[in-house]
Nanobody, 121 residues
């Protein structure tokens, strides 16, 4: 059974930083595709960033140069370092793992519980 456990959300002032983490278990891949979507109330879900099994990364234009995705040595925990946060970055961030299909944006087969990021101005 696949489980994704997220942590690291919280509240910061504009300009602050947060790091989200997501640990995957139950996946057969040694280096599963992982990433984050986010969804704010009334908004559509938006793909934020991904890291593929080959280490390739993707960032939404809105976060390029501001967010950084990485993994730890086990390859089963991914991190999303979010710097210089703005109020428009406030959302529920959902970790995902294992790409499905070849569409764009990439979608995930498995999901975490979501973590709230609040940014005050």
């Amino acid at each position: 059974q696949v489980h994704l456990v997220e942590s690291g959300g919280g509240s910061v002032e504009a300009g602050g930083s947060l790091t989200l983490s997501c640990t995957a278990s139950g996946l057969t891949s040694d280096a599963p595709d992982m990433g984050w979507y986010r969804q704010a109330p009334g908004d559509e879900c938006e793909l934020v960033s991904t890291i593929g099994s080959d280490g390739s990364t993707y960032y939404a234009d809105s976060v390029k140069g501001r967010f950084a995705i990485s993994r730890d040595g086990t390859k089963k925990t991914a991190f999303l370092q979010m710097n210089n946060l703005k109020p428009e970055h406030a959302s529920v961030y959902y970790c995902g793992a294992h790409f499905v299909g070849d569409g764009s944006p990439r979608e995930f087969a498995y999901w975490g519980q979501g973590t709230q990021v609040t940014v005050s101005s």
